[in-house]
């Protein structure tokens, strides 16, 4: 690939390490595995959590927008809508398939009781289905984006910033309806797609990594103390200034990749395993982090089951990683 898009690899596999150091982090929000309490308080783990949450899977939206803008007008790839949304099909609908039944549901059933209705309702209604909500989104953005990607090509900066923003606050309106299949989330997310196309088209420049990560953690720190307050006016000013919030991150650190991009630490074997591996690392890491969790919470102080947490975690991933590799039918049913 060109040089001048090594950035988009590098910065989604950094990205993929960060779900995992996010997620290592989340059970003390006191919102993520609820079926079992954090035995020992830690709030700063929490909001590190959140802040990594607040821009981590954009950046894997955005630079997908930049990769598909790239290829699909520059190099004349997809050139036909059913055979590109086939083809996306089979690399996401067939892992979503089949880790929902063999990896995701058994945890559900061990951890949460889950019975069949709720099954049901997480993995074939989609609302909620782990971290498998990411691929079941982003087939339907794949869907939606693809009639649309023509039009697209006309657009100006400024106009398309104001309509990425009208279809986040939109995605907003459908969540608040409780609309199945993650299309409240498509809609968040194809706004994203949308500017990594359009960064791409106007060959856009991304600044200075600093001047967003100062930008960024300003308004997630508004956005954080305004979600204390009930108010439904308070609401409405916190959820206006969210897609600021992640776009303020994911512009921080894809400008500071494209800044490191001749860094060695990207040439490395374990970054290049990671690289290679980044997608089904994603798929399997949650389960891993709950089994952790369960064994050794309130038998370690939190910092100690965060660093057990994320390196079990990346260790298991990767030997599942290596195993499904060697084999075709593994490799096609996690997408590859």
């Not at 989604?12 to 954090?38: E, Q, R």
């Not at 090509?153 to 995605?171: D, E, V």
Request: aromatic letters at 20%; charged letters at 10%.
């Amino acid at each position: 690939m060109e040089r001048k898009i090594l950035f988009c690899d590098q910065a989604k596999t950094l990205m993929m390490l960060l779900v995992i150091v996010s997620h290592s982090m989340a059970f003390y929000k006191g919102t993520w595995f609820t079926a079992l309490k954090p035995a020992d308080a830690a709030p700063l783990f929490g909001y590190a959590s959140a802040y990594c949450g607040s821009f981590d899977i954009f950046v894997f939206t955005f630079v997908s927008g930049y990769l598909f803008q790239h290829l699909k007008f520059e190099r004349g790839k997809y050139p036909f809508y059913k055979s590109f949304i086939k083809k996306k099909a089979l690399r996401l609908l067939t892992p979503y398939a089949f880790l929902a039944a063999f990896w995701c549901v058994p945890f559900q059933i061990y951890f949460f009781h889950a019975d069949g209705a709720e099954l049901f309702k997480k993995f074939v209604l989609g609302y909620n289905p782990s971290q498998l909500w990411y691929i079941l989104m982003l087939f339907f953005l794949f869907v939606v984006i693809y009639p649309a990607s023509q039009k697209i090509q006309s657009l100006k900066t400024f106009p398309a910033f104001f309509i990425a923003f009208a279809i986040y606050i939109f995605g907003m309106l459908l969540y608040a309806l409780s609309i199945p299949f993650q299309l409240p989330a498509t809609c968040l997310h194809t706004a994203f797609f949308l500017l990594g196309m359009i960064f791409r088209k106007n060959n856009l420049a991304f600044g200075a990594w600093y001047k967003f990560a100062a930008v960024h953690f300003i308004l997630f720190c508004i956005t954080q103390y305004l979600s204390k307050d009930p108010a439904m006016a308070i609401k409405i000013v916190r959820y206006s200034i969210m897609p600021f919030v992640n776009m303020a991150g994911t512009l921080m650190i894809i400008s500071a990749v494209k800044d490191f991009q001749s860094a060695e630490v990207w040439n490395s074997p374990i970054f290049k395993f990671f690289k290679e591996n980044s997608f089904t690392m994603y798929l399997v890491h949650q389960q891993i982090v709950y089994c952790t969790i369960s064994i050794f919470n309130g038998l370690v102080a939190p910092p100690v089951l965060v660093i057990i947490n994320f390196v079990t975690a990346l260790s298991v991933s990767s030997v599942i990683c290596v195993i499904f590799n060697n084999f075709r039918a593994t490799r096609f049913l996690i997408g590859k």
